[in-house]
């Protein structure tokens, strides 16, 4: 692996990535990188305020998906504890997240039915379901408010997902949005 480690960086530099992790999600790890990508002149140094606070944001809403519907897997350490991948990037002048992770297969079809649905909708229509989804109660499948995906969809340029098959109860989930 040591020999391997230059061509590695080679190939995430060619990617664009300008962080790369994987691994147990923890607080201290999301803290750690949200001071990161919030300050100006750290991994987004070309980025405005703004958009560094865009990137942020997105990065939560991300990190917060694989700490609450990740499955443990090997790599995770400690009862309960989730992994997956986070990469910040850019490519032909935008920004772009990617995260995955290892989640149960049967919660895929709900969770592509909801990106599809959010694909199509406009600027104004996912602030209306934003909105509307405030006003319910969270999803009963849902561990959380229900509204991360809806922020990740207001907030960037579109994303893309995919759902790899592990085995019989386990899928990968990846999503990359664009900024």
Do not use: H, W
């Not at 691994?23 to 140094?45: M, V």
């Not at 207001?154 to 997902?161: I, L, M, V």
């Amino acid at each position: 692996m040591i020999n391997d480690l230059y061509t590695l960086k080679q190939n995430l530099n060619r990617a664009g990535i300008l962080y790369c992790y994987c691994g147990p999600i923890t607080q201290e790890l999301t803290e750690a990188t949200g001071n990161i990508l919030r300050e100006k002149n750290t991994l987004t140094d070309d980025a405005s305020p703004a958009m560094a606070m865009r990137i942020f944001s997105v990065f939560v809403e991300m990190v917060q998906n694989i700490s609450l519907y990740a499955t443990p897997d090997s790599t995770a350490k400690g009862d309960g504890a989730k992994s997956g991948i986070i990469v910040v990037g850019k490519e032909d002048g935008m920004f772009f997240i990617l995260c995955g992770n290892r989640m149960r297969s049967d919660s895929c079809s709900r969770i592509e039915e909801l990106l599809k649905r959010l694909q199509k909708m406009d600027r104004d229509a996912l602030k209306n379901f934003y909105k509307e989804r405030r006003r319910q109660p969270p999803d009963p499948e849902s561990k959380g408010a229900s509204l991360g995906f809806i922020e990740i969809a207001r907030k960037t340029n579109g994303f893309s997902y995919a759902f790899d098959k592990i085995d019989g109860d386990n899928t990968f989930f990846s999503l990359k949005a664009m900024l």
